[in-house]
């Protein structure tokens, strides 16, 4: 049985950071590209970066610059560090996990396999 585990959200203040965690078991990670999405109320789930097997990683254009991706095989673990946060990056944020996948179709939800049950993250102005 596969199961995606989101953590590391939170209240933080503009300008603040936030660490996310997505840990996964019940696959080969190591063969699954790994995206973070985001949904805010009253709005349509939205890609926010995917990392590859790779170590290769795509983002929107709205957090290119603030949030980095990176994984961690040996704990089948993905990161997305998140800074000089803004008012309206306040969403749920989930995790999938993918494979295969298509690098040009990384923001679509619907190649993504398995899903986790979200963090919320609110950042106060």
């Known amino acids: 049985q596969v199961q995606v585990v989101e953590s590391g959200g939170g209240l933080v203040q503009t300008g603040g950071s936030l660490r996310l965690s997505c840990t996964v078991s019940?696959?080969?990670?190591?063969?699954?590209?790994m995206g973070w999405f985001r949904q805010a109320p009253g709005k349509e789930r939205e890609g926010v970066g995917m990392?590859?097997?790779?170590?290769?990683?795509y983002y929107t254009d709205s957090v290119k610059g603030r949030f980095t991706i990176s994984r961690d095989n040996g704990k089948n673990t993905v990161y997305m560090q998140m800074s000089s946060l803004k008012p309206e990056d306040t969403a749920m944020y989930y995790c999938?996990?993918?494979?295969?996948?298509?690098?040009?179709?990384?923001?679509?939800?619907?190649?993504?396999?398995?899903w986790g049950q979200g963090t919320q993250v609110t950042v106060s102005s």
């Open positions: 999938a996990a993918t494979r295969p996948w298509c690098t040009g179709d990384w923001d679509r939800g619907d190649q993504y396999n398995y």
């Open positions: 019940g696959l080969n990670f190591d063969d699954y590209a």
């Open positions: 990392g590859d097997d790779s170590g290769n990683s």
